[in-house]
Each structure stands twice: as structure tokens, then as C-alpha cells.
């Protein structure tokens, strides 16, 4: 088997990657083109970044698995029984049960509830002051997916878990944890003070407080009840047994990280190109005005430029650069190369978006490309695909519009340094602005005509 050509997986490889993710994917993309291997000790890494090889990632579902196998090195973050560790029958059946609380009416039914949330965090700042975007963002987005997940946003229930999904969100992204995931030997409950001591104690304060709502939703049912825990509860395995509170609690940790980050990462860069171009807030602000004085959540999601500015985010720096790796199961011909049993793939997100045949000077920040052109889902693909395409896609997108819609009727924002050119930087999967994006809350626009309509009445 002849592997495609590429670099070999060495020290001096990571740290230029470390310092400039992106860049160092565009030096391999032009030094080795559309498909290259990097060898990871005897382990064939292969990356693809041309539509043809996506589509065949994405839809030979015989030939190349989604191994949960892989994603294992996550295990002690997201849990052994997440969906990311799940692969064939129980990770699609897993899948299906999470689908309809995260699509459709059941997400729409969110709307009024984002928007204000966007807007009570935006009303705690101070007027003239500067804040960072990223973790205000996330907190928008952590009440959102409180909400979309457990159904909570009030209470005494609610509170506890809000607080303790903030310790633990913010700790598994700390520099402590990611050094304790990476050498095992670290793996010392040593008590409070020591970092795996710490992350174990909030685990288990995670679990006790998702058993006990369990139990209480098992033992009182409702069926108004809309939410993602509700469904799981009174589900059925695939073998038509309920399923295990065990495996329940595990499918939580991949939705928390997926959902509050990847979003929070997507905004926040809108944040940032929205007001580094000030001809893309002008246009945003005249379309969401079209929409008269009490516009509802629908037709704002619906606003084609809107739409657009979402994409071209979600083009030009993807929240995950790379799909979640694949396994080769048996022997396919990717793009002319024999890939052989063992050989795992990703595709490159990032790549792919960064092709000139597909978007023309594609380093410019142009939300016309999706207003004039329709792309296949091998050619742009911020969700991924194929049997992990992400799950929480429709909650995110109606998610970002909504926030965005929020902020930019009802504040202006300003860069604090309006030349500093913000560069993404790995945070777990995810690759948000590496400074946390410091901003200016210069007023609050008036609270009349559509602009009060838009925040006052959803
Ligand atoms: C703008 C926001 C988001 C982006 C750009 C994003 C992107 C992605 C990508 C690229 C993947 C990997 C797909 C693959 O390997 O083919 C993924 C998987 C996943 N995402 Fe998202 N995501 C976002 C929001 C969310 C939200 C809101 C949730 C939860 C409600 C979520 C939960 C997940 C989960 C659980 C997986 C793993 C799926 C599996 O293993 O089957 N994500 N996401």
C-alpha cells in the first residue's frame, strides 16, 4: 500500500501546531494538497480536504466506521458510554432518541427563552466598560443548553446546576485537567487540592445531582415536559430494555461540551467579524429592521444575510478543524490511494473551507458566497458528517441567529482594539479567538420601534 506523501508526527510538528493551528494546516494543505498521511508512530493518520474524499468519509459506512474505539482518550472527560464513545447499532439508536428534543418545534419552543437570556447577560454589563465576548457568550450558551437538555431555567434544582456545570466546564478546559488527561500516571485523587482529586469530587457531585433528577422524573412523569433528560428517561434501548440511569448520565458530558462550546466559539467570532466590518452591522442591522415591529423568532432565523453571515463564521474558522477520526475496516480507494484496514481519516473542515475552486480569495470574510452559491454537504461542512454528523446542528444555528439577533438590535458593541487581528486558538475541540475577544459596550440602543419589539416581546 502506497500512502499519500506528508510530514511525520514529531515535537516540532505539535508545538508549530499549538502556536498556529490554522497556519500550520495551511502549510501541510499546500505543501501536500488534497490528501496527506501523518505518521503517528506505526498508525496512518490520513486527512482529506477534497469533496470527492469527504463524501466517501462521510457515506461508506461498510468500508470506514465511525470507531467509538478511537475517541477513547476522551473517556475519563465525556464519559464511556457518551455518544462519542458509542459506535454501530447503539451509537445510531442513541442518536435517534436525542434527535427529536433537539430539532424541530421542540427547539423553536426555545426561542423566547434565548433572547431573553441574551439579553438579561448583556444588560449585566457596564455601559463604557470592556468585557471579554467568549465567556460572556458562554454564559448565554450555558443557560440555553441548561434548558434544551435538562429543561431548567429557574429554581433551586436549577441553580445547583448551573453553578456546578460552570465549575466543571471551565475546569475541564484548565491546562491541570488536559495535563492529567494526557499522562495517566497523573490520575491521582489526592483529594481536593490536587487537580484529578478536584475534577473527580465535582464528577461526583455531577452524577449525584443527575440521579436524584432522574429519579424524581422517573417517579413523576410529565409528558409537557420537552426536554432532552425527559425523553432519555422513559426511553428504550435497542434491546428494548429502559435504559440504565449509568448510561444516561453518560450521554451528558459530550452534549454539555458540544453544546456550550461549540456555539460559544461560533458567536463569538461572529461578534468579532461583524464588527471588524462594518459594511457586514450595517447590512445586518438594515435586514433585521425589515422586520417590523415584532418580529418573531422564525422570521429571524429566516433572514437570508443572517444566514449567510452565520455560514461564512462557520467557513472561515470552523469551531473543529477536523472531523472526529474514522477507521478503515476494510481495503477503499480514497482519491487514488489504497487505504488499508487500521488507517484512520479525518476530514479536514478547515481544508475544505479554505479551497479557492470552492470559495475564491478564501481568507476574506464574504457572506455573499452563500447568498450566490449553494454548497453540497462535502463542500462546506461545520457540523461534520455521516454517522457523527453533530447532533445539536439546528440548536446551534437557531441558537447563534437568535443571540446575535438579540445583541445587535439591542447594543452597541465595539472592539476595544479595533486593528488587533484575532487568531483562533485550540481550546479542547474547539478553536476559539486565543484572547477571549475584548469588546466595548458603548449603549444600549433605544428600547422603541423594533428594536424594543425585538427583545421586549420574544
Ligand atoms: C456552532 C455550534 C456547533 C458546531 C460548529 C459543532 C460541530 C460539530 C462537529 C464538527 C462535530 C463532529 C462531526 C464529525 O466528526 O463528523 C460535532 C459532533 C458532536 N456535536 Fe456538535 N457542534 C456545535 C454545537 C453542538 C451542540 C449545540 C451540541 C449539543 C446539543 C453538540 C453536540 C455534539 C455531539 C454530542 C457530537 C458527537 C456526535 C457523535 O459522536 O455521534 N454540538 N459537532
Redesign the pocket.
Known sequence: MTLPDGPKASPQLLSQFKSDPLGSMDAMGERYGDIFTIMAGSTPLVIVSNPQGIKQIFTSAKEII?SGQLNHGAAPLVGFNG??MLDGLR?KHR?QLLMPP?HGTRVLAYGLRICQVADKVMNDLAIGKSFYAYPTVQKITLEV?LQ??FGLHEGERYEQFRQLLTNLLSFARSRWLGLTLSYPFLRQDLGGWSPWGYWQNLQRQFDKLLYTEIEERRSQADPSRTDVLSELVFARDETGQPITNQDIRDLFP??LF??QD??AT?ITWSLYWIHRLPNVRERLLEELNTLGESPDPMSIVALPYLSAVCNEV?RIY???VV??PRLVESPIEVMGYELSPGTVVR?S?YLTHQREDLYPQPKQFQPERFLERQYSPYEFL????????????A??LFE?KLILGTILSRYQLTLADEKRVEKPKARGVNFPPASGLEMLLLGQLPRQGRSQQLVGTL
Open positions: 465511525a455518544l462519542l451509537h442518536r433537539l443548553i434544551a437538555l459530550s452534549l458540544g453544546g461549540a456555539s461560533a462557520l470552523p469551531t473543529q472531523t472526529f476530514g473542515i461545520p457540523f461534520g458528517g455521516g454517522a457523527r454528523r453533530c447532533p445539536g446542528e440548536l446551534a447563534m
